[in-house]
Nanobody, 124 residues
Framework: QLQLVESGGGLVQPGGSLRLSCAAS????????IGWFRQAPGKEREGVSC????????RHADSVKGRFTISRDNAKNTVYLQMNSLKPEDTAVYYC?????????????????WGQGTQVTVSS
C-alpha cells in the first residue's frame, strides 16, 4: 500500500521553529518530486515548497522564502520541511504529496499521492 505520513506538527510561539517530516512506505521516493501544501480554515490549499526527485531543485512560495527550507533524504525515503521564524499566518494543516516526475511543481492537482496532514498552530 502506497502511503505518505507527515509528522512534526504542533503548537509553537511566533518566531519559533518546527521541522515537518514526510515518510513514504510502500514505494521509493527516488523517482518522485515532492511538494508541501497547506490549508488554513476557510482558505484554499496552497503550495508551500517543492523539491525535485534528485533534490537538486527546490521552490518556495514567496510567503515562506527565507524562512522555510525543503530537503530530502532518499536513503531514508523521507522529505523534510524546516520552518523557521514562524508567523500566526503560517497556521494551517500541512500536507506532503508525491508525483512521479523529475522536476517539482507547486500545483496540487498534479500530485498523485497525499498524506493525511499535520496541524501547525502558531500562537502566543
Amino acid at each position: 500500500q502506497l502511503q505518505l505520513v507527515e509528522s512534526g506538527g504542533g503548537l509553537v510561539q511566533p518566531g519559533g521553529s518546527l521541522r515537518l517530516s514526510c515518510a513514504a512506505s510502500g514505494f521509493t521516493l527516488d523517482y518522485y518530486a515532492i511538494g508541501w501544501f497547506r490549508q488554513a480554515p476557510g482558505k484554499e490549499r496552497e503550495g508551500v515548497s517543492c523539491i525535485s526527485s534528485s533534490g537538486g531543485s527546490r521552490r518556495h512560495a514567496d510567503s515562506v522564502k527565507g524562512r522555510f527550507t525543503i530537503s530530502r533524504d532518499n536513503a531514508k525515503n523521507t522529505v523534510y520541511l524546516q520552518m523557521n521564524s514562524l508567523k500566526p499566518e503560517d497556521t494551517a494543516v500541512y500536507y506532503c504529496a508525491a508525483v512521479r516526475r523529475v522536476t517539482c511543481i507547486m500545483t496540487s492537482v498534479e500530485y498523485d499521492y497525499w498524506g493525511q496532514g499535520t496541524q501547525v498552530t502558531v500562537s502566543s
